[in-house]
């Protein structure tokens, strides 16, 4: 456990000491908050339901930045060579970073945005209920989303690298009911990728309702993810 | 542990990349306290051995040892015990000094942390620098980092890649020194290709070729290994083209040559002096004798007739 807080710790302070976590947590905060004044204005309803669906698509973007640099720096740089041959199992190394990303985005979506909240408390009768479940919802999503850029950024040495293809796996999980559909209905395909798609297990905590296979679903694919990376990084190891 | 002293035991140590060797049954052993010197040309498997003995990458065949724990089945016991300087020295360039020695620290689990630190870097010599950015640092510093890095946990064993690269002649005195300093406590192994560097530091040292062991001993042993035959050489001040066949009519010479400015270059038996009989030839012909002395072969010429020998040998299979 020490292991995993020590590489947490390097990992969050080694974001705070670039510019990417600045000018990332910036452009997201600046887009989310237009959205939320705009959406605001034209509905006149003290909810977020509206800023939280809005946010999915821009962490489609956000989270493969944040966490393009955590393994592929490692192997550029040869870093990668320290932790692999410290007394620290490989999974602990994929777990800390993956940590690492999910304090700093939680930091830099709840510190700022919680402002939202108190805006509409004062300005509204908010229902708090699905704002709650909201917040649960998106720090789930994001955490879903930087466990795949986790497992992106083990492919490659090439942080651009890590970035696009963090966004093309996210894609294909974004639109894979649409696969579904075309699939025909009722039948295990079209099932199996409808319960892949990963927004559609996200929205029902907009509207306030936590459901477990939504719970589950988030859990699975960080699980899968950082397994997957754990993996790769071993590999690397036999080449 | 079959012997107490034995700290790192290789066994038929083989690593494939693809279908190329990188290393071919490499056995050897490292006695407690010793500092054993791999030397060999660039790629010839040095940093691989390395790598396998940390438990960076698993060995294809073969297995090895240290303090007991096998390094692919109780890696993480043998990480313990290892200080390991990769060959390109993993900084993180964002850190300061003091905080990346910090998270080595945490990493290997040292429980006084600062002492351990601060000792660390009064061995290498980067006290002044802890509050620094490694990215800002110049190539020597960094490398000292790096070898603060290995040696912060106090570690039984120390495994460096080429330690002194890229430091300038004082500063590879100084690190010359912190190795011998720490042999005896702690078992080092360190890769080089630079001869001069195994010859002061290393107490053995063990030659590796195109992925095999080709020579293992002590350097002064090494050299008289290969000599085969003494030499001596011999500066006259009259020179003259007679000289080498006289010479060579004394007991026990073998051949001479013949080089500019009265230099003669005289091969003799093993283990025969006949600096006494050549002086007093010279002196009864009168060719003045300006400097006579006996040559030992150097490392260099060891290092290069064993690896040549040993490709030559090999392009004949």
């Known amino acids: 456990m020490a292991n995993l807080w020590t590489i947490t710790w390097r990992e969050l302070k080694a974001y705070f000491a670039s510019p990417i976590a600045y000018v990332v947590s910036a452009l997201f905060l600046a887009t989310v908050g237009f959205l939320f004044a705009l959406i605001l204005l034209n509905g006149r309803e003290a909810s977020l339901r509206g800023a939280f669906s809005n946010m999915n698509f821009l962490l489609l973007l956000v989270a493969p930045a944040i966490t393009m640099r955590l393994l592929a720096e490692e192997q550029r740089m040869g870093t990668i060579e320290l932790l692999l041959t410290a007394p620290v199992r490989d999974w602990q190394v994929v777990v800390g970073k993956f940590l690492g990303s999910v304090i700093l985005f939680a930091t830099m979506l709840l510190g700022p945005t919680l402002y939202y909240v108190l805006l509409i408390g004062v300005l509204g009768k908010p229902d708090y209920g699905p704002i709650i479940t909201g917040y649960i919802g998106i720090l789930l999503l994001g955490a879903s989303f930087l466990a795949v850029g986790v497992f992106a950024s083990a492919l490659t040495q090439n942080q651009i690298v890590a970035y696009f293809i963090g966004i ?50 988030a859990f699975s694919v960080i699980a899968v993810a950082l397994f997957l990376a754990t993996q790769i990084l071993q590999t690397r190891r036999w080449r | 542990m079959e012997n107490g002293n034995v700290m790192i035991q290789a066994q038929n140590l083989a690593k494939m990349y693809g279908n190329a060797h990188a290393l071919r049954d490499v056995t050897f052993e490292v006695q407690k306290g010793e500092i054993l010197g791999f030397l060999g040309p660039n790629g010839a498997g040095k940093t691989t051995t390395m790598r396998i003995l940390t438990g960076f990458m698993p060995p294809s065949a073969g297995s090895a040892r240290v303090a007991g724990f096998d390094v692919f089945a109780d890696s993480i016991e ?14 993180y360039y964002e850190m300061s000094v003091w905080d990346y020695l910090d998270f080595a620290a945490r990493l290997r689990g040292v429980k006084n942390r600062d002492s351990a630190i601060e000792r660390a870097m009064e061995m290498t010599n980067i006290s002044e620098r802890a509050d620094q950015l490694i990215g800002k640092l110049s190539k020597g510093y960094k490398q000292r980092v790096g070898i603060a890095q290995a040696i912060v946990h106090n570690p039984e064993v120390l495994i460096l890649d080429e330690p002194t690269i890229g430091l300038d002649p004082k500063q590879i005195i100084e690190i010359r020194h912190l190795i011998k300093s720490l042999a005896g406590d702690h078992t080092v192994i360190l890769s080089t290709h630079i001869l001069p560097e195994v010859s002061q530091t290393c107490s053995r040292i063990l030659i590796i070729n195109d992925g095999k062991i080709v020579a293992e001993d002590t350097p002064e042993r090494l050299s008289a290994r290969v000599r085969g035959a003494e030499h001596i050489h011999l500066q006259v001040a009259q020179a003259a083209p007679e000289i080498p066949t006289e010479i060579e009519k004394v007991q026990g010479v073998l051949g001479v040559t013949a080089h500019d400015g009265g230099v003669y270059e005289i091969e003799t038996n093993l283990g025969a002096d006949r600096r006494a009989d050549i002086a007093a030839l010279a002196v009864q012909r009168g060719w003045g004798v300006l400097e006579m002395r006996p040559v030992s072969i150097s490392l260099e010429e060891v290092f290069l007739k064993l690896t040549t020998e040993e490709k030559s040998a090999g392009d004949g299979a």
């Open chain 2, 78 to 91: 043998v990480r313990k015990r290892i200080g390991y300087l990769p060959e390109s020295v993993p900084l």
């Open chain 1, 168 to 217: 093309a796996i996210l894609i294909l999980l974004w639109i894979a009911d649409a696969g579904g559909a075309i699939a025909g209905s009722g039948n295990l395909m079209s099932s199996v990728l409808g319960y892949i798609a990963i927004t559609k297990h996200f929205n029902d905590f907009f509207r306030g309702v936590v459901s477990l296979t939504d719970v589950v679903y």
